[in-house]
T-cell receptor, first 112, second 112 residues
Framework: GESVGLHLPTLSVQEGDNSIINCAYS??????FIWYKQESGKGPQFIID???NMDKRQGQRVTVLLNKTVKHLSLQIAATQPGDSAVYFC???????????WGLGTSLAVNP | SAVISQKPSRDICQRGTSLTIQCQVD?????MFWYRQQPGQSLTLIAT?????????ESGFVIDKFPISRPNLTFSTLTVSNMSPEDSSIYLC?????????FGPGTRLTVT
């Protein structure tokens, strides 16, 4: 079936560096994409989203890029901080049922 | 964003018993979702629980095993019935506003 997957299961970066977390999706009909951050022992927390009619969206220290040609989504975190250490999930949605399809997750470790 | 609480936060149960997990939201929402998350893995949707209608279950999940109640717009319960060790997992509820979903802290269930 359709699925969303991540290229890198783990990512280790130095504090202050920029982080890039990648995600591949397979459903060409998906029109909504979202990134979540999940810290240990907590539920996922919304970070940023993007619709299929956009290719870039910026938030505070985060940028999401969407490349529909190759069905690729990325999350860029600027000046990564220790508090950014978490598992990051991408998810996609299509149609009107409001159900999200979740990626496998990438664990981000920030080294001081 | 909505504030979501879950009870209990964790429990250890014996096989063959049942556990009911409560999800309380601080505002009225139409769409609620129940997920299961195995440690170190992604989220799997169990069912969508909309007030005023029967819950809609995903493939692999049945009402007899995971009965859901949604008595009003701020509350829902998920029961894990006749538990086995394979049911050990984190159970998460979320509420949807459009495509965005906001999550509770989760219930960590261990079945012995």
């Amino acid at each position: 079936g359709e699925s969303v997957g991540l290229h890198l299961p783990t990512l280790s970066v130095q504090e202050g560096d920029n982080s890039i977390i990648n995600c591949a999706y397979s459903n060409s009909a998906s029109d909504y994409f979202i990134w979540y951050k999940q810290e240990s022992g907590k539920g996922p927390q919304f970070i940023i989203d993007i619709r299929s009619n956009m290719d870039k969206r910026q938030g505070q220290r985060v940028t999401v890029l969407l490349n529909k040609t190759v069905k690729h989504l990325s999350l860029q975190i600027a000046a990564t901080q220790p508090g950014d250490s978490a598992v990051y999930f991408c998810a996609e949605g299509a149609g009107n049922n409001r159900k999200l399809i979740w990626g496998l997750g990438t664990s981000l470790a920030v080294n001081p | 964003s909505a504030v979501i609480s879950q009870k209990p936060s964790r429990d250890i149960c014996q096989r063959g018993t049942s556990l009911t997990i409560q999800c309380q939201v601080d505002s009225q929402v139409t769409m609620m979702f129940w997920y299961r998350q195995q440690p170190g893995q992604s989220l799997t949707l169990i069912a969508t629980a909309n007030q005023g209608s029967e819950a809609t279950y995903e493939s692999g999940f049945v009402i007899d095993k995971f009965p859901i109640s949604r008595p009003n717009l701020t509350f829902s319960t998920l029961t894990v019935s006749n538990m086995s060790p394979e049911d050990s997992s984190i159970y998460l509820c979320s509420v949807g506003t459009g495509w965005e979903q906001y999550f509770g802290p989760g219930t960590r269930l261990t079945v012995t």
